[in-house]
């Protein structure tokens, strides 16, 4: 029993550092501290308008007007580490200096503030593997939404827990007035967790599960809680960059802060796309060879007919695939030098399906897939490895099909009995919506 419970924690713990090590190579491809450079790069000029477009928002609700002040206070208290209280009045001074602004001002504030958010858009589609932004109206809607949303959220929320916390019937029972101190204590927590769980599930320009989203939004929280602490130790028990710094000391701290925060909201894309993307990576189900199949026959029958097809059109002839579940089997078919990519965006196949047969498709999509590999020495493993392999080579004979024959046979006719029914499987629609596995 202690044996096995070992075992069941030992791969627990495996699983979970290949997970991290595929988070963090994932991170590295995106070219994730880049993007986090430029991200605060554009926040200098962005952080302003922002400000800007928050409190001018705050002074549109009646019931909100009192709330400006609050907000400022918490969120530089909350969200930022030690040296944010230097930087506070600069800032707010700098917005309040802003909204005197005349239109066309206003209307640059508002162009800055749009285009640091088409950079994080940019950026979570790169991460989920998303070709195309949001465009025209779809765009400038959700943008809209994300900048006039947010603060009244946030507002909202601050204003309903100074109202609770100014109740004095509230403060009669002991139980209540500790439940308020957590849920307080809780609240920085909890509104970073809304605010990254929204970012994740709104701006990517695919379709995020919501679960997901809230659980790479609270590990995202967590992180950011824990850097601002950090920082704020930094900054406490090593002063000596005030020294080099003097006067300026709070801006490098500040430059840090905001990349750590960038770096942060990445982080945390990455390991919600990573919670799928893992997955599929892990386990190559047969549903993956009828989505490789089917695409194939499409490519196949366009260049019967002198067509070439673009990878749009392809991607909306399979409606059921993920953008995430598309670049995987586009990657296999490239492994396999069966495809390739031209400039202006067709994909063409790049081998000849007259000479190409089924068993080499599988052996090429899936290595290893078909082999057992029983190490040691023991009799039964031996003699169950030469059964095995006796069988595997049975069934790559009986797959020795060209694709095109494959692709072109007719109701009626006889393509041998493996064949047959390994084709009617991969082809029944279940199995192309990846819903079964024919191995089940």
């Excluded at 009244?152 to 609770?164: C, K, R, V």
């Amino acid at each position: 029993m202690f044996e096995n419970n070992t075992s069941y924690y030992k791969k627990k713990v495996v699983y979970f550092i290949k997970f991290l090590l595929y988070l963090v190579r994932s991170y590295v491809q995106h070219d994730g501290p880049k993007t986090a450079a430029y991200l605060t790069f554009t926040a200098l000029f962005a952080v302003v308008p922002v400000m800007t477009v928050t409190f001018s928002i705050l002074a549109l609700i009646p019931d909100l007007k009192g709330a400006d002040g609050q907000l400022e206070s918490y969120l530089f208290e909350h969200f930022m580490p030690a040296t944010g209280e230097h930087l506070q009045s600069y800032l707010i001074d700098f917005s309040k200096q802003a909204a005197n602004l005349t239109s066309i001002g206003v209307v640059m504030l508002f162009v800055t503030s749009i285009t640091m958010l088409r950079k994080i858009e940019g950026s979570f589609n790169e991460i989920w593997h998303v070709k195309e932004s949001r465009k025209g109206v779809s765009g400038f809607l959700l943008y809209w939404a994300l900048l006039s949303l947010g603060p009244l959220l946030m507002g909202a929320t601050i204003a309903i827990s100074s109202y609770l916390s100014s109740l004095r019937i509230l403060e009669q029972y002991e139980t209540v007035q500790a439940t308020q101190q957590v849920l307080f204590s809780f609240l920085p927590i909890m509104l970073s967790t809304l605010a990254f769980s929204l970012a994740y599930v709104a701006i990517p320009n695919t379709r995020v599960p919501l679960k997901h989203a809230i659980t790479g939004g609270l590990v995202a929280a967590l992180l950011f809680d824990l850097a601002r602490r950090l920082m704020t130790l930094l900054v406490t028990f090593f002063p000596t960059y005030q020294l080099v710094y003097g006067a300026f000391a709070a801006v490098p701290i500040f430059l840090i802060w905001i990349f750590v925060s960038w770096s942060i909201l990445l982080i945390g894309a990455e390991f919600v796309q990573a919670l799928t993307s893992y997955k599929v990576s892990m386990h190559k189900t047969a549903s993956s060879l009828g989505d490789i199949l089917q695409i194939l026959k499409l490519l196949y029958e366009n260049q019967q007919m002198g067509n070439s097809m673009s990878e749009e059109a392809l991607i909306n002839q399979m409606p059921w695939l993920t953008p995430l579940e598309w670049e995987y089997h586009y990657k296999s078919l490239q492994e396999a030098k069966l495809v390739t990519l031209q400039s202006e965006g067709d994909v063409l196949l790049s081998r000849d399906l007259h000479c190409y047969t089924f068993a080499q498709l599988y052996r090429s999509c899936f290595p290893g897939a078909l082999s057992l590999n029983l190490k040691g020495e023991d009799y039964w493993k031996e003699n169950l490895n030469d059964k095995f392999n006796d069988g595997v080579d049975q069934l790559l004979e009986a797959w020795q099909v060209p694709l095109s024959e494959v692709f072109e046979s007719q109701p009626g006719e006889s393509k041998g009995d493996a064949l047959s029914e390994l084709t009617n499987i991969t082809q029944h629609p279940a199995i192309q919506k990846g819903q079964c596995n024919p191995s089940d």
